[in-house]
Nanobody
Framework: QVRLQESGPGLVKPSQTLSLTCTVS??????????WSWIRQSPGKGLEWIGY???????AYSPSLKSRASISANTPENHFTLQLSSVTPEDTAVYYC????????????WGQGIQVTVSS
């Protein structure tokens, strides 16, 4: 059973960098053909895909967040991280990590989510 767990600060000040970690257990982030994504949901809005890091270590980002987002992997510790720079209150959301598979738009495993509030 694969399990994903998000961690990080729940409160970030405007203009700072948001940093979250997703720790994976029950499976390796380097297993062929799996993609490890960050997704968020702001209050009253739908899910927004932020980006992923592939099993190869190659990242990809949503065009709308590409200039501020960075996703990296720590393979010895089997976790991957999201950094989102220059945050504003509009980045307030529940942030999720999830696993996808090559060629699929679905995610088969999700973390429980972590609330991040951007406020001074």
């Amino acid at each position: 059973q694969v399990r994903l767990q998000e961690s990080g600060p729940g409160l970030v000040k405007p203009s700072q960098t948001l940093s979250l970690t997703c720790t994976v257990s029950g499976g390796s982030i380097t297993t062929n053909y799996y993609y490890w994504s960050w997704i968020r949901q702001s209050p009253g809005k739908g899910l927004e895909w932020i980006g992923y890091i592939a099993y190869t270590g190659m990242p990809a980002y949503s065009p709308s967040l590409k200039s501020r987002a960075s996703i990296s992997a720590n393979t010895p510790e089997n976790h991957f991280t999201l950094q989102l720079s220059s945050v504003t209150p509009e980045d307030t959301a529940v942030y999720y990590c999830a696993r996808g598979y090559y060629g699929s738009y679905d995610f088969d495993y999700w973390g429980q989510g972590i609330q991040v509030t951007v406020s001074s």
